[in-house]
């Protein structure tokens, strides 16, 4: 008796192991979840349980457990490369510790060294601590790798997004891109059932896709635009993939939709179909290849006109995505041969903003650890978008302005670190360094108040980050990098009307950023224009890049009418 009720035990227990791997196969993520979680209680304390249910909690976005469960199949199975690289992945989305993601990659590699794309996950957390040595030599590796090895092989050494921030040749980034996009179509047997198009003179449908609708950048800058298209002219539905944080910010942007739809529990192809059979006319990417981004459901093509949009300042390189919005700044005509998408070009910004935003009241300099009377720099941007230049070139602004601050965010002790030796090396108190804290969104526009000049990053340019400073009424001084992520800010003083900060070469950004710290009259100038410039300008006329936005929907629908491929064009405004 007792033996069978040991073999009942068994069985249950194996199919529970058997049923939860074949359902996180097949992208079942609650069965594979419950079914991982039956067998660890059942007493199947095992390594690959742990790192089944671990990964199966990255995809839920549950980063914390999935952290946790991936420790314990590490504890217990050191050696495996596979475990190694998905902690180390896992504490990379997570955001927890850059170096704890480092020390799993680096022995997931030394482990596996035939495992291809390990050293892809690397770069990211090297610029999150500001360890330019080891990423400026992995930019140099995947050249190298580039020269040698052939396109599918090299190119799994980085990924589309993390190439945005390399000083590169477009030609690689443009490869990067399309290799990982044929590796994404490679995983679609076929395209999605579509209905027929609607009757002439029938609304639009119109859908964004997203991880992000939450407390996110891409809510803040768009929540407005959801809320203000025609409905007499489109209907919109938002599909969401992502987590409900519960913020204000979700149920604003959840109500801002005609339909808002949560696609989480599905895998790529059912999501697709769903969509396909909502009779969605254009489907806008918001992240393309943004972390947490799901490009596999516009690979189903589950829309007859797909575009990428606003999260993503690159090319998807690939026939799945049909248009890009853009503007004249960020892709010039010259640049269209680096994108495989047709360019719509907007009159403005290509960003939308949010002209309801709100700010706390302005705290204290000595709130923000900042001295009374000094001339204070700020940069915002994140630790990853800092890299030696620029960082020399900040280094040469206060050593030509004493007595002056640098305000800059870096949030790990290791990249405030690396940016107090690069002070200490030019001869700067690493004092005048002050590191700012991740706050919410209405006290960080607050801070902007006690800043005097925002000093942007080069090979990626501030984006969010800029409009932020902007509405908040900070100058922002930039020059523009090489591509379409090194524009942006340039995009954004262009409309609102600050040209004169958009300077071609980092020798004059510092010449121009020295001569505003002595001229303090001229910056008290810039501030009452971007005061004045806020209301009458395109940048954060919400209302009018709705309808901007909406005439090139319509144009896509016209030339799909019409029957050519997609085909670039400019929005004109009214």
Not at 37 to 63: E, F, I, K, P, T
Not at 163 to 176: D, Q, S, Y
């Amino acid at each position: 008796m007792l033996a069978k009720v040991l073999r009942s035990l068994l069985g249950t227990r194996a199919g529970d192991r058997d049923g939860a791997f074949a359902a996180w196969q097949r992208g079942d993520l609650d069965d594979a979840e419950a079914g991982f979680r039956r067998a660890l209680a059942a007493g199947r304390d095992s390594a690959d349980l742990y790192h089944g249910l671990g990964s199966v909690l990255v995809r839920r976005g549950r980063l914390d457990e999935a952290v946790q469960a991936l420790e314990l199949a590490v504890e217990r199975e050191p050696r495996n490369a596979g475990y190694q690289l998905e902690l180390g992945r896992a504490l990379a989305y997570a955001n927890q510790d850059p170096v704890e993601a480092i020390a799993h990659l680096r022995e997931a590699m030394r482990l596996g060294p035939e495992v291809p794309g390990i050293e892809a996950y690397l770069y990211s957390q090297l610029t999150a601590i500001c360890d330019w040595d080891a990423a400026e030599r992995a930019v140099a590796d995947l050249v190298a790798h580039a020269q040698r090895e052939p396109a599918e092989v090299w190119t799994q050494r980085a990924f589309p997004f993390d190439t945005l921030f390399m000083p590169i040749a477009p030609e690689l980034r443009r490869e990067v891109a399309a290799q990982f996009g044929r590796r994404i179509l490679g995983r679609v047997q076929t395209p999605v059932a579509q209905p027929p198009p609607p009757p002439r003179g029938a609304r639009l449908r119109i859908g964004y896709v997203s991880a992000d609708f939450r407390n996110h950048a891409t809510t803040h800058l768009a929540a407005g635009l959801f809320e203000r298209h025609d409905r007499t002219r489109f209907e919109v539905v938002g599909y969401s993939f992502g987590v409900d944080d519960g913020t204000a910010e979700r149920r604003r942007v959840a109500g801002a939709f005609d339909r808002f739809v949560d696609v989480r529990a599905l895998d790529a192809g059912a999501a697709a179909q769903h969509i396909a059979q909502d009779g969605i006319d254009i489907l806008v990417d918001l992240m393309s290849y943004t972390r947490d981004s799901r490009p596999a459901i516009f690979a189903h093509r589950p829309a007859p006109l797909q575009v990428g949009f606003l999260g993503y300042p690159g090319s998807v390189q690939a026939p799945f995505i049909d248009y890009i919005v853009a503007d004249r700044t960020v892709i010039p005509a010259e640049d269209f041969r680096w994108f495989s998408e047709a360019v719509v070009w907007m009159p403005g910004s290509y960003q939308v903003n949010d002209d309801r935003q709100r700010a706390e009241e302005t705290p204290t300099r000595a709130a923000c650890g900042l001295p009374e009377g000094a001339f204070v720099f700020c940069s915002f941007n994140q630790a990853r978008k800092l890299d030696r230049p620029i960082v020399a070139a900040w280094m040469r602004i206060l050593a030509a302005t004493p007595g002056s601050v640098l305000w800059v965010l870096a949030t790990h002790p290791q990249a405030q670190a690396a940016l107090r030796a690069a002070a200490a090396a030019a001869g700067i108190d690493p004092a005048r360094l002050v590191f700012a804290g991740v706050v919410g969104k209405a006290a960080h526009l607050a801070r902007h108040g006690v800043a005097d000049l925002f000093l942007d990053t080069h090979v990626c340019s501030a984006h969010t980050t800029a409009s932020d400073a902007l509405w908040a009424g900070l100058p922002v001084l930039t020059s523009p990098g090489p591509s379409f992520a090194g524009r942006v800010a340039a995009s954004l003083l262009g409309a609102i009307g600050l040209p004169e900060l958009v300077v071609p070469t980092l020798a004059e950004y510092e010449r121009t950023a020295v001569a505003l710290a002595g001229d303090r009259s001229r910056v008290q100038t810039l501030r009452a224009r971007l005061a004045a410039n806020r209301t009458t300008m395109p940048l954060f006329d919400t209302a009018g890049f709705t309808r901007h936005l909406e005439r090139a929907f319509e144009t896509m629908a016209a030339q799909r009418a019409a029957g050519p491929s997609p085909a670039a064009f400019p929005v004109h405004s009214a």
